[in-house]
């Protein structure tokens, strides 16, 4: 039976959005919550194998800070997620725990960006991980899918595709090696200006969109995806003029 556990919460709207562990007895929960000023705040937990308890993570932003995902490399290094606004525009905001302290780690927009976001964060060793998401330029307002990789020293932006001229995006991460990453999520067909799935691979060279389902006749999407054994999982929804009902796809890696 599943059994609510005490958590701290410190502010009236509180939230999170990721857990990762390290063992039983060392796990993460990242997230945000809004302040007494009504600016939202990245908001970082940990379980030490009794309770859980906030740690202090930089929230940059003077209006809007959000960690969305973690990605651990144990025992130590871990890494969360996300975007940060001051004002009107968006930017990507990685941080990284090096056993003591929460630090932000600078990261990348796309160029001539409203916004930029990163959703999803996935770590192969300390020197190769990967982080997607979206981000939509001043000049046509349209959706496009982000990518960055984080080589040792530095993160930088990788070229990735787009499905539709009307707007992409990727929502989740998962590795099966070095050269053999995917990620899923949407993009808005042209013909029908409808949400259709979108899963990119990475061959060790380039990203690349694969073939993915589209069972809805409404709207089909991707948020997540998981790696078991040699099996890829993905989720999200589909819809039809009836209902709008879970979405689960899966590819047998070889």
Known sequence: MWTAITSPSPGQLSGLSDVKAVSANDIWGAGAYFNLSGNQQTLVEHWNGKAWRIVSSPSPGASYNNLSKLAIIPPKNIWAVGSTSSGSTSQTLVEQWNGKTWQIVPSLNAPNSIYSDLAAVVAIDANDIWAVGSSESYA????????????????????????????????????????????????????????????????????????SPDPGTLEDKLSAIALVGTTLWSVGNEATPAQNDPLIVRLACH
């Open 140 to 211: 046509s307002y349209e959706t496009s899918t982000l990518i960055e990789h984080w080589s040792g020293s530095s993160w930088q932006i990788v070229p990735s595709p787009n499905a539709g001229t009307h707007g992409s995006l990727l929502a989740g991460i998962a590795a099966a090696s070095a050269n053999d990453l995917w990620s899923v999520g949407s993009y808005i067909d042209a013909g029908n200006f409808l949400p259709r799935t979108l899963i990119e691979h990475w061959n060790g060279t380039t990203w690349r969109i694969a073939k």
